[in-house]
Every structure is written in C-alpha cells, then in structure tokens.
C-alpha cells in the first residue's frame, strides 16, 4: 500500500504518549501511540477518537475474562480502522495486543496474516496464516489467501494444496479455480490452466481480471482467435474471497476524506481510473464536495474524456452549497470553462464564466479567463470591458495585463488609448527587451515611425552590440505566450547571429519537442551536448526526445553518456533500467544488466520507484519468483503482476511508460 496520502493526513500532527494499559491483571500488552487528530476531517477524528475512548475505558478497569473478550474486540476493530486508514504500524500493534488477550482467536491472527501480506511481507503472512488455520481449518477465506501467498513465494506445489483445500470447503468458490489455473500456467501446463480459468469465469463472470491470464494460456495452446477474444475482454476486477473480516474494511471507512485522499494519490501516482473510482466513493458519501467532483474531472481529462470531465465538474458546481470555499469554486469554474473552450465551446464557456462573476464578481481569474475568451472570439468591445474591470481592481496593474488590453484596444482602432498601456507596460518593467519590442512593432503598425526607433534604439542598449540576447527574450516571449511556431522562427535567428548562445539551443530544442517533432529536438540536444557534455537539462531533453521518438537504441547509448557525466542521478539510473528490462524493441534490452543496476538502487533507495523497475529486472532476467513478490508488495493487481505469475518479461506499452521518472 502507498502511504503518501497517509503522510498528507498526519502532516502537522503530534504523536503523545499512550496511558498505562490498566491495572496489573491484564496481559503484558505493546503500547499503542495515540494521534492528535485535531486536523483531520471531522469523520475520519470522530471515528478513531471515538474507538480510541472505548478501549481506553476498557483497559482503566481492572482485568476479568468479560473484560479482556471486550478489549480484545475492541482492539480488533481499531485495529480495522487503521488499515482502513493505512496507519499500518498502528495497526499491527492493535492486532498484536488482540491476539494476546485472545490468543485461542483465529481472527486476528489471521487479520495480522493479511495485514503482513498487504505489505509484501509474505513468509510472515504465510506463518500467520497457517497459525490461524490450525485454529479454524474451515474458515474459507484462510486456503484462499494462503494460497495466493505461496504463488507470490513462486511456491506452486504449496499453492496448489491450498486451493485444492479451498474447493473442498466449496467447490463454487472462483478464487479456488482461478488459483488452480495460475498454478497449472506456472507448471507449463496450458490446457487445465484454460479449463481451471474458463471455471472460474463460469462462476464470476464479472472477474474480468482473470481473462488476461486466460488469453496467455489459450495463446500457448495456438488457439490465437480465442486468445484475442479474451484479451479483449480483460479488466481489473479480482475473482472475490468471500471474507466477513477483510470485506468489512469497504465500509469501516465511513469518512469521506479517506476516499479524498485515496483520489489525490492516485492522481498523483496518475492512476486515473482507481482516482475516478475513490472520488466518485467520496461523493457517494458527501456529494456536495466540489473538491471530489473536480478530482473525477481532472481523472477523467487524464484519461482522455473531456466530456466527461466537463459533464463532472458541472455537476460538481452545480451542487456546491454556499458552505464551499469562493476560491474553490472560482478554479473549478475556470476548469470547467478550460474543458469548453478544448470541445470548441467557447460560446458556453463564456456564459458559464459570466454566471460565476454574476454570483461573485471578485474572481480575478475567473474574469482573465472570460476576457481571453472574448479576446479569442474577437469580440474586442466585450473583452475591453473584462480588461478594463481587471485593471481597475488591481493597485498596480500587470505588464501582461496591459500589453493584452493594449492589443484589444489597436483591433479597436483606439490607438492613442493602446499605445499608451503598451508605455505603461514598458515602464512597469524598463528592463524587459521583449515587451519594448512589442511596443516597437506597436509603434510600427500604427505608423509612428518616430517613437518606433526610439523603442529599437532602447532595445540595441539593452542587447549591446548584438541583437541576440533581444531576440532570445523574443523568443522566450513567444514561448509563454504559446505561440511555439514564431519562439522556433526567433531562436533560429539567435543561432544564426551566434551559434554558440547555447540557452537558444536549449530553448529550440525544448519546443521542438513539445511539439512532437522529436527528431529535430533530438538532434538539437545532440549540437548542444557537444558545447556542453555537463548540461544536465541537455542530457535529459536527448533522453525523452529518443523515448518519445521511439528510438530505443540510441536512447539506451543516451542514457549511458548521461550517467557517465551524472553518475549518481537517479532518474537516469531508474530509466535505464526500465528501457534494458522492459523495452518494445527486445535488442535494446538486457536482463543481466538491469538486475546489476537496479540492485546498486535498491542498496541505497528502498522507495516505490525503485522496487518497481528491480521487478522488472528480475522478470527479464527470468526470476519470476522474487519479481512476483516485488510486483505484489506495491499492491499491484494489474497486467504487470499477471504477466510475472504467467512467467513472463513486461514489456512496456510505450515510451510513455519508460519515462515515468524522468517527467
């Protein structure tokens, strides 16, 4: 499990001691930290403050059978609340004390089983499990997951009994049939791999999970039509373990801040499908957070559908009450009219800008977004009027401001009014070469020639004897401007007048880049790195613009020169690894190496990223087993994980993928 959203919940909060555990009959038990959780969201505190009460209640009396069942429970569903919450160290001291007080109790040895497999500790899982078995052989969950741990552990004779003890229990259980058929794909045995998977999904048809697996095996059997019927078919969904213990974790999170934060991790990791899924529990629980509502819409956007990250975030607005923060609906409002303008809708967006400052008229952005729209639609009277309300409001209008409202004012043909916002802009910043050369062409497009040389004149002080460093800020200009076409015409230039401006290269190869054009921006990385081995930035832009161009080969050589300069730059080092151990075009990768560079990572670094690409070194070097257990230890249930089980490399879906640590 990730715990990042965890560390957003607890920042700036305190840890205090815990009170004596009562008197001297009960059990030696592990102190438990007690979490000042003054800033939390109010039903996340009231739901661990509250249980923390009860059990300290519990333990202030003195010690009696009643008494040590009550705290036991009581310990247990604390302990469930904290795994809800991912506070996952207090958790296994709950479950640890709970198991002392009862220790004849499966549950919470097995609850400690699961909550040490969910953490990548598997032999420790293995050995919680088979202690709870002995004490309730039956329960139908315990061989489900005991078998599962031991596929983790490359164990497949172990796993088997399991599973095959699962069935005798019931033999309608899909989890049984679907571990069965892993086992039976990890022995090379591809027919009753189809038979166990086809009986599992005759069971579950909603684990669509299992129809990868079930592809690979009938590929193996050469029965390709079917294979690709299934990978079609393919998804995310689990076969279930019907589990009275570990379902109830669903519902024991009543706070909506969980799913909250559930949502900004995924965004952040940018899993945009298990995002929309946690803020759409959010709103299932609290459906007026705007907060929520946006995260769907911002899920969605990742996910390539404007529409209904749009159709979300208005829904979201829509049932804002007067309780959500201004500022908070003003940038939801300029999202949503961002996603419009994107469905060439501007005409809507316009509207939707225009209601907002109808119902809250001190939203500066809200009303820069409406006057670039106006703007757009050459609507130069309309959008004057937005940008004469946000200079009025402003103590000291922007440059920026000013050289936009100047621009309206010209298609206006107002042009004494224009011309004197294009001075102000220049004197509100004397010493910026590009809006003096604005204001020069100003000059220019309304015929005064005279003020017009006296601009280029200032503008040949400001760069010396050289235009270069004015037409650098030009293009620089341009660029923030987003207009990437003139910034590339304007670097060009730079590089003419001097082909050593080594910022002009890197400038034009960034936009060259940005523009998909990754060839020419990877030969211009290449001219700059020939001025400038060290350049850091240079090195980099020649990576991603390799990766992006697909050129797999020459990036793999990239990457070496780059370490060889920046031997201790991570990024770099987590890259390589990824391209030798997972890259499309197979003569790029190279097993052995990726495993010898992601263990020197692993020795130092212990983080997610890391544990990721050592799996993926492991599965190419074909150490299935150890890369397996890598995979599961990130909570990881996707295509990855199930290609290891199946005993095969991953093979990356494209250079997006290889690039993830260098974005």
């Not at 031991?150 to 229990?169: I, N």
């Not at 009219?337 to 509207?351: C, F, K, N």
């Not at 604005?438 to 005064?448: D, N, S, T, V």
């Not at 401007?481 to 910022?503: F, N």
Request: aromatic share 6%.
């Amino acid at each position: 499990m990730n715990r990042r959203w965890c560390r957003r919940l607890l920042a700036g909060l305190v840890l205090v001691a815990l009170p004596s555990c009562g008197g001297s009959s009960w059990p030696d038990l592990a102190p438990l930290p007690a979490l000042d959780l003054a800033s939390a969201e109010e039903g996340a505190r009231e739901q661990l403050e509250g249980k923390r009460r009860s059990l300290d209640d519990l333990l202030a009396a003195e010690a009696t059978p009643v008494g040590r069942e009550a705290a036991a429970e009581t310990f247990g569903e604390l302990g469930l609340l904290y795994v809800a919450y991912e506070f996952l160290a207090a958790a296994e001291v709950c479950l640890e004390n709970a198991a002392r007080l009862q220790p004849d109790d499966y549950r919470w040895t097995y609850l400690q089983g699961y909550l040490l497999g969910v953490q990548g500790r598997l032999p420790e899982a293995v050995e919680r499990y088979r202690r709870a078995q002995s004490r309730a052989p039956d329960f139908l969950p315990l061989p489900l997951r005991l078998g599962r741990a031991h596929l983790d552990l490359g164990d497949g004779a172990e796993a088997r009994r399991a599973f095959e003890r699962a069935l005798e229990l019931d033999p309608q259980a899909a989890a049984g049939h679907e571990g069965l058929g892993r086992v039976a794909a990890m022995e090379g045995d591809a027919a009753a791999a189809v038979a166990a998977f086809e009986r599992a999904l005759e069971l579950e048809p909603r684990a669509s999970g299992v129809y990868y697996a079930l592809s690979q095996a009938l590929r193996e059997l050469g029965r390709s039509e079917a294979a690709d019927t299934a990978l079609a078919r393919r998804g995310d969904v689990a076969t279930r373990i019907p589990d009275p213990l570990i379902n109830s974790l669903a519902s024991v999170a009543e706070s909506s801040q969980f799913y909250l934060m559930q949502g900004a991790e995924a965004l952040d990791d940018q899993r945009f499908e298990d995002a929309v899924g946690a803020y759409r529990e959010a709103i299932a629980r609290d459906g007026g957070q705007l907060q929520a509502h946006r995260g769907v819409a911002v899920a969605l956007d990742g996910l390539g559908d404007t529409v209904g990250a749009a159709q979300a975030l208005a829904e979201g607005l829509d049932r804002a009450d007067s309780a959500t923060p201004a500022a908070e609906v003003g940038e939801a409002t300029r999202f949503l009219g961002s996603l419009l303008v994107r469905l060439d809708r501007e005409g809507e967006a316009i509207d939707l800008f225009r209601r907002s400052l109808g119902a809250a008229p001190d939203q500066p952005a809200v009303r820069l977004a409406l006057a670039n729209s106006l703007a757009r639609q050459q609507r130069w009277q309309e959008a004057r009027q937005e940008f004469d309300a946000l200079i009025a409001a402003m103590p000291q209008a922007s440059p920026v401001l000013l050289e936009k409202r100047g621009t309206v004012l010209l298609q206006l043909g107002e042009r004494a009014e224009a011309l004197e916002d294009f001075r102000q802009a220049a004197a509100a910043d004397p010493r910026d070469p590009a809006l003096r050369q604005r204001l020069m062409r100003a000059f220019e497009a309304l015929g005064e020639s005279r003020a017009a040389s006296r601009e280029r004149a200032a503008l040949q002080r400001l760069a010396g004897e050289s235009d270069s460093p004015t037409l650098l800020a030009a293009a620089e200009a341009r660029v923030r401007a987003g207009d990437h076409a003139g910034a590339i015409v304007a670097y060009r230039e730079v590089l003419e007048q001097d082909g050593s401006a080594l910022p002009a290269r890197l400038g034009l190869a960034s936009v060259l880049g940005h523009l998909g054009r990754y060839d020419e921006a990877a030969e211009e990385f290449a001219r700059l790195l020939a001025a400038a081995p060290r350049s850091a930035a240079a090195h980099r832009g020649r990576v991603v613009s390799l990766l992006l161009g697909e050129r797999y080969g020459e990036c793999r050589v990239a990457l070496q020169d780059a370490l060889r300069s920046f031997p201790r730059d991570r990024a770099f080092a987590l890259t390589q690894v990824r391209l030798l151990a997972s890259a499309p075009d197979v003569r790029v990768r190279d097993g052995a190496l990726a495993l010898e560079i992601a263990r020197r990572l692993a020795e130092e670094d212990d983080s997610r990223q890391v544990r990721s690409v050592l799996a993926l070194a492991h599965a190419e070097a074909g150490l299935f087993p150890r890369a397996v257990e890598l995979e599961r230890g990130l909570s990881s249930s996707g295509e990855r994980l199930e290609a290891f089980e199946a005993g095969r490399a991953w093979i990356s879906q494209g250079p997006d993928e290889l690039l993830v640590d260098l974005r």
